[in-house]
């Protein structure tokens, strides 16, 4: 299945470069970095290009510690820096990387990471050492799947052409359209469907589709650090960062640890949570990659607003003034146009209010 790659660190007087194009189309560049939300399909491009080319796939943590000698003059397909990582603040690992292929020499090399655990001009300048002496290295990421590209991920989990089609188009009447975008989600999605039926009620939907999005389901990763966090610890996490989005209307969050800026703030401004824990909870594929480097945004406004209307109800039941959260949302007792998706799902998470919130926008109901 062919993927479609957009590079990211273009000249700015040639904007055409970063068009979305085939991931083959930089088969010749002798090294490139490819960068994709968790479960994007990372390691099955890869894999597949590197069958395609007679080249070695081998993941980070295997590569630094396999002898150069074995590894020489091969193309190199090096997959999960992020999985070698300790984590985002971890720059020795890609100064390990960088000492180590130099000892190797490789004929081409391509490294993969997550877009959360990059860290942007810092790791290209790190890496720079060994890549300057090629040219240019392109930053690619990977785009969203296409329409045929999801029916080929369907047609891999056993579906024939008019199921996957009926299927597709189920999930995008129930505002699941998402879910279609990444590999991983679709077919958590597909399994999930198949082990029983679609959720009767759009609350149930919605509950299951964000518990899918909140775990980890990369094995290794899952062991320590961001990836212990279950989907139930971080669930209220993703919806404070989810409320804080939506109403205060920026752009993103930086996963940087500085300030950031008013439209990109950083992670360690929402102070309500640990901030290991608020980066765990980024790192989840509730988020995706935001059009800034070494930023996440919500992964789908709809999701964004199920979780940011939970997260409130709990504060409110924890003892912030209703009228508060009611005030946040809009003025002269109606939500702001933006924000009726937030107030109509905090009239499901927050029975209690209910007639007000329905009395302040009737299309809550």
């Known amino acids: 299945m062919t993927r479609t790659v957009r590079q990211t660190n273009i000249n700015p007087n040639q904007p055409e470069d970063g068009a979305p194009r085939p991931f083959q189309d930089f088969g010749r560049a002798r090294n490139l970095v490819l960068l994709g939300d968790p479960g994007a399909g990372k390691t099955y491009v890869f894999k597949e290009a590197a069958a395609a080319e007679g080249a070695r796939f081998i993941k980070a943590r295997a590569f630094l510690s396999t002898p150069a000698s074995t590894l020489a003059g091969q193309t190199?397909?090096?997959?999960?820096?992020?999985?070698?990582?300790?984590?985002?603040?971890?720059?020795?690992?890609v100064d390990a990387l960088v000492i180590k292929l130099f000892e190797v020499n490789?004929?081409?090399?391509?490294?993969?990471?997550?877009?959360?655990?990059?860290?942007?001009?810092?790791?290209?300048?790190?890496?720079?050492?060994?890549?300057?002496?090629?040219?240019?290295?392109?930053?690619?990421?990977?785009?969203?799947?296409?329409?045929?590209?999801?029916?080929?991920?369907?047609?891999?989990?056993?579906?024939?052409?008019?199921e996957a089609?009926?299927?597709?188009?189920?999930?995008?009447?129930?505002?699941?359209?998402?879910?279609?975008?990444?590999?991983?989600?679709?077919?958590?999605?597909?399994?999930?469907?198949?082990?029983?039926?679609?959720?009767?009620?759009?609350?149930?939907?919605f509950e299951v589709s964000t518990n899918?999005?909140?775990?980890?389901?990369?094995?290794?990763?899952?062991?320590?650090?961001?990836?212990?966090?279950?989907?139930?610890?971080?669930?209220?996490?993703?919806g404070g960062v989810c409320a804080a989005r939506l109403i205060s209307d920026i752009e993103a969050v930086s996963l940087t640890d500085q300030e950031g800026t008013p439209d990109i703030p950083g992670y360690r401004s929402v102070t309500f949570f640990p901030p290991e824990r608020?980066?765990?909870a980024l790192g989840r594929r509730v988020f995706d990659a935001g059009q800034e480097p070494e930023t996440v945004d919500y992964s789908h406004r709809t999701t964004a607003e199920y979780l940011a209307a939970e997260f409130l109800a709990a504060r409110v039941r924890a003892g912030l003034p209703f009228g508060r959260v009611v005030a946040l949302m809009g003025g002269y007792g109606h939500p702001a146009s933006e924000l009726r998706g937030l107030h109509a799902w905090l009239a499901v998470h927050l029975p209690e209010?209910?007639?007000?919130?329905?009395?302040?926008?009737p299309m809550v109901s």
């Open 278 to 280: 608020v980066q765990a």
């Open 353 to 361: 209010g209910a007639d007000e919130l329905i009395e302040a926008d």
């Open 212 to 238: 899918l999005l909140l775990q980890e389901f990369d094995r290794e990763r899952a062991r320590a650090g961001s990836g212990s966090y279950s989907a139930a610890e971080l669930q209220l996490i993703a």
């Open 106 to 162: 490789p004929s081409k090399v391509r490294i993969s990471c997550r877009v959360a655990d990059w860290l942007g001009e810092s790791d290209l300048a790190a890496l720079q050492p060994y890549f300057e002496q090629y040219g240019e290295t392109p930053v690619l990421l990977l785009e969203s799947l296409s329409r045929t590209e999801q029916l080929a991920v369907l047609a891999a989990q056993g579906a024939g052409q008019a």
């Open 165 to 205: 089609d009926a299927f597709l188009a189920q999930a995008t009447d129930r505002g699941l359209g998402d879910f279609l975008e990444n590999p991983q989600n679709l077919i958590m999605l597909w399994r999930a469907v198949q082990a029983g039926d679609w959720p009767a009620t759009r609350k149930a939907l």
């Open 76 to 93: 190199l397909f090096i997959d999960g820096l992020d999985e070698k990582r300790a984590g985002r603040g971890d720059r020795d690992t």
